[in-house]
């Protein structure tokens, strides 16, 4: 059960502007700031959302995932795995927190929620952005975790399970996410990013796949792997843009180029 109706309309703020709220706190360890106060009065809302999410709401909705975030193991030290995994576990728990209301994907809401209530689970999977003395932050670079685009914290561990799904999410390195996602080749066009991601992950599990696997001498390396790769595949969609071809052509041709990885490996070697 989602502890919000279909009804509840959530605070939304804009960046850079909330995030001079941050300011004060900055640089504070993340249990100094995981109960941090909230103040409604000074939020905004939709002009017609009639039933408002109340503060004791928003806060025993943190208080249980903060419970949650600790079996989980915050706040311990993130490894690159343990950050891929942890998008993928906190996605999951906010949709299935907030599917029910009405703005789930609106970017001010995700704004506020990073900012105001839970900035600690940003930072402890991004780290404090830098702050220069004596300027405000900006919308811009680390801050961006915190903004309203596809950059925040928050949304990108959402959009990920929305795009590929919890199981495809949960094999998937960072690398992998960072080459497909953040490409406009690939990222521009959900559907294509999704089954390149796939046959990826197809090839990742095949004994016989070329992918991340040894060939002759040469040991095999998955980050490489993938940006040679999509590298290969980018100059495909130049050519032949994938957009325009089915799921199972993009798939057969993300599948060739995996089986031509001991070339391009051998071609990049020199």
């Not at 703020?13 to 249990?31: C, F, N, Q, T, W």
């Not at 209301?101 to 900012?115: G, N, Q, V, Y």
């Not at 929305?162 to 949960?170: M, N, R």
């Amino acid at each position: 059960m989602t502890p919000f109706g279909p009804d509840i309309h959530f605070p939304r703020a804009s960046a850079p502007e909330s995030a001079r709220s941050l300011v004060s706190i900055h640089g504070k360890r993340l249990d100094d700031i995981r109960d941090r106060s909230i103040n409604l009065k000074v939020a905004e809302f939709h002009p017609l959302g009639k039933e408002r999410v109340s503060e004791q709401e928003l806060l025993s909705w943190r208080e249980a995932l903060n419970v949650w975030a600790a079996d989980e193991g915050f706040p311990s030290q993130m490894d690159s795995s343990r950050r891929s995994e942890w998008d993928v576990l906190l996605g999951q728990r906010l949709i299935e927190d907030l599917k029910d209301s009405p703005e789930f994907l609106h970017p001010d809401i995700w704004c506020w929620i990073a900012t105001y209530l839970l900035p600690h689970f940003v930072v402890y999977r991004w780290g404090w952005p830098r702050l220069n003395e004596g300027e405000p932050p900006k919308a811009t670079g680390s801050w961006a975790r915190f903004g309203s685009d596809a950059r925040n914290g928050l949304r990108i561990a959402v959009n990920r399970i929305l795009l590929f799904g919890p199981e495809v999410s949960l094999k998937a390195s960072e690398q992998e996410f960072q080459s497909i996602q953040n490409r406009p080749a690939f990222g521009a066009d959900p559907r294509v990013a999704k089954v390149v991601m796939e046959a990826f992950m197809q090839a990742l599990d095949d004994p016989d796949s070329n992918y991340a696997k040894n060939y002759g001498d040469v040991p095999g390396d998955r980050s490489r792997d993938n940006n040679l790769a999509c590298m290969e595949l980018r100059l495909i969609n130049s050519l032949r843009p994938l957009c325009f071809e089915s799921d199972e052509t993009i798939s057969e041709i993300t599948l060739d180029v995996v089986k031509r990885l001991p070339e391009l490996r051998a071609a990049a070697a020199k």
